[in-house]
Nanobody, 124 residues
Framework: QVQLAESGGGLVQAGGSLRLSCAAS????????MGWFRQAPGKEREFVAT????????YYADSVKGRFTISRDNAKNTVYLQMNSLKPEDTAVYYC?????????????????WGQGTQVTVSS
């Protein structure tokens, strides 16, 4: 019954911005960390960003550090990914994931709940 629904993806020019949203249902994730991952064509899914249960701790992949910001609103059971200064290499399907632990975590095996993904395409 647990579902994560991503939204906010689309086509944007290099240097532009997008904000992705992930709305959870069937479970309250306020006590658990959340994450964003992405998968580009022909590549494996990779870590992008994670946030701990309270929002006080975040970690980012080196490739997005300084450009992306993960945040959460526990009252809305929603997590966000603000993406600025987008590059063509950011093009991928972006997945929201919910963990079973409270601490921010980069490893995908800690996330039993996954959304369907939203496409982000950055044109040059």
């Amino acid at each position: 019954q647990v579902q994560l629904a991503e939204s906010g993806g689309g086509l944007v020019q290099a240097g532009g911005s997008l904000r992705l949203s992930c709305a959870a249902s069937g479970r309250t994730f306020s006590g658990y960390s959340m994450g964003w991952f992405r998968q580009a064509p022909g590549k494996e899914r990779e870590f992008v960003a994670t946030i701990n249960w309270s929002g006080g701790t975040t970690y980012y992949a080196d490739s997005v550090k300084g450009r992306f910001t993960i945040s959460r609103d526990n009252a809305k059971n929603t997590v966000y990914l603000q993406m600025n200064s987008l590059k063509p290499e950011d093009t991928a399907v972006y997945y929201c994931a919910g963990s079973a632990i409270s601490t921010a975590e980069r490893r995908q095996t800690f996330y039993p709940y996954w959304g369907q993904g939203t496409q982000v395409t950055v044109s040059s």
